[in-house]
């Protein structure tokens, strides 16, 4: 690869100007929505993740800021370091994969919940949100949970993924939104979440899981638990347990899983089509039949 060619939408030299360093190897790890992966090995040494392409800076900006604002009071290791965010790449440090234990799945469930236990100024948060390349409404809120969730990430994924449902199936959500205090369990204070916490976000490297990739907001903290059981997370029953003790959660927290996993399946619904509407048909008509 010569020195002026590009790898999504930057090349070596601007990323050496962007890190201070010139680069020595660049690895392609393939693609992932409108952006490419890389791995890219520096002249002194060091490894990096790089994350480039024709996504809008905003994607990147979004990334970038939550991972800051996550990793801020985080335990170590959860949150990567940013080390570098332009119109064009995100840069973080490169994490070597392991497999996940039970003792590490129990760490995780731990430090999951000390960065639970950071408060957050509202729901919602200061800077335009993306999930995937999607745009998330961050509006700022100071009122109830449910009532954000339901304007906020409910109804906005239902208008874009609602062509792939029947009008039946679109009433049934719209009235899981109609009576969503009806569903959202105990108020509960914003809390610094990660907003996209299902497995393929979690890195396993020296014992510890590593949050990537995150959509992160003043939340609730039970959504990013449910993330993590919506696709399977390794040792789920060991994360929870360990989350559980060390920051109780709310009586009939199992039963909203479904409602915190409605948003993420819409998005799905939203990106990928009619492959997730049963998954959405089905977890509307488990929130709605939770409360009879």
Known sequence: MTAHQSFGHIDQRRLADLLGRPVTAVRNLGARH?????????????????????????VFAAEAAGLLWLGENAPAHLVPEVLAVSDGSLVLPWISADEPTPAAAEQFGRDLAVLHTQPAPCY?????????????????SHGSWAQWYAQRRLTPFLRLGGTHLAPDEIRAV???????????????????????????NVLWSHGH??????????????TDLAML???????????????????????????????????PLLVHLALFGAGYRQQVVDTTTAILTSAR
Do not use: C, M
């Open 34 to 58: 409108s952006w490419t992966l890389h791995r890219v090995t520096l002249a002194d040494g060091l490894e990096v993740f790089v994350k480039a392409g024709s996504a809008r800076a905003e």
């Open 209 to 222: 899981g590593v949050v990537i990739d995150p959509a992160a907001h003043g939340g609730h903290r039970e």
């Open 229 to 263: 059981a919506l696709f399977g997370t390794p040792h789920l029953g060991r994360i929870l347990a360990a989350y559980n003790e060390t920051l109780p959660l709310a009586d009939g927290w199992r039963d909203r899983i479904p409602l915190h996993q409605l948003h």
């Open 124 to 140: 919602g948060a200061d800077w335009p949100g993306y999930i995937a390349d999607l745009p998330l409404d961050n509006t700022p």
């Open 174 to 200: 719209e009235q899981v939104i109609a009576d969503i205090d009806r569903f959202a369990g105990p108020p509960e204070p914003p809390r610094r979440i990660h907003g996209d916490l299902w497995s393929g």
